[in-house]
């Protein structure tokens, strides 16, 4: 069973996100971000090139390898980290974007275990699964687009060569 944090100043209950005491309106200083959230992010700035595999390739392989945070909150912040790095495409490989989508997806699904009805974690999460699912939408009409703009694009380079070609069959005969 998670034991919550104690206020240093009056021994109240503290709750995750919490910033100042309920009871006694002290002041939280010193509030970092989960260490599994910052180990993570320190281990994707170090990855280098080997010499087979790029660079993507070995930070998908992290992400998708990294152990769900356990504590709730631990568990809130990385569900919002992962969710809002898997929304983040643009400029970034499919591979890396998968990743993070499919890390979000298991963190979410190790969330709704770990939070009741009513929590706010629950709520956030049920939140970050409609955008998840809204960006996948999103992508896929994207993704359609360009198939369908890259299929004009060779019919009228195929038509191109044929004008070009009856043309030059003119020409000659």
């Not at 010499?51 to 631990?74: C, F, H, L, M, Q």
């Not at 993704?143 to 003119?170: H, N, Q, S």
Request: hydrophobic residues 50%.
């Amino acid at each position: 069973m998670e034991h919550s944090p104690k206020c240093p100043s009056c021994g109240g209950d503290v709750r995750a996100y919490q910033l100042r005491c309920s009871l006694c309106g002290h002041e939280f200083a010193g509030v970092q971000a989960p260490s599994s959230v910052r180990e993570l992010v320190g281990q994707l700035t170090s990855v280098s090139a080997s010499s087979w595999r790029g660079v993507d390739a070995i930070k998908a392989e992290t992400i998708r390898n990294w152990p769900i945070p356990v504590s709730t909150a631990d568990l809130l912040e990385f569900i919002t980290f992962a969710g809002s790095n898997a929304m983040v495409g643009v400029g970034r490989s499919s591979a890396m974007t998968d990743a993070w989508r499919a890390k979000a997806l298991e963190a979410i699904a190790k969330g709704r275990i770990a939070f009741r009805d009513g929590d706010a974690g629950l709520t956030a999460i049920r939140d970050l699964e409609q955008r998840l699912a809204a960006d996948q939408k999103m992508r896929m009409a994207v993704g359609a687009t360009k198939g369908a703009t890259r299929t004009v694009l060779v019919i009228v380079g195929i038509a191109a060569v044929l004008v070009v070609a009856l043309l030059a069959f003119a020409v000659l005969f």
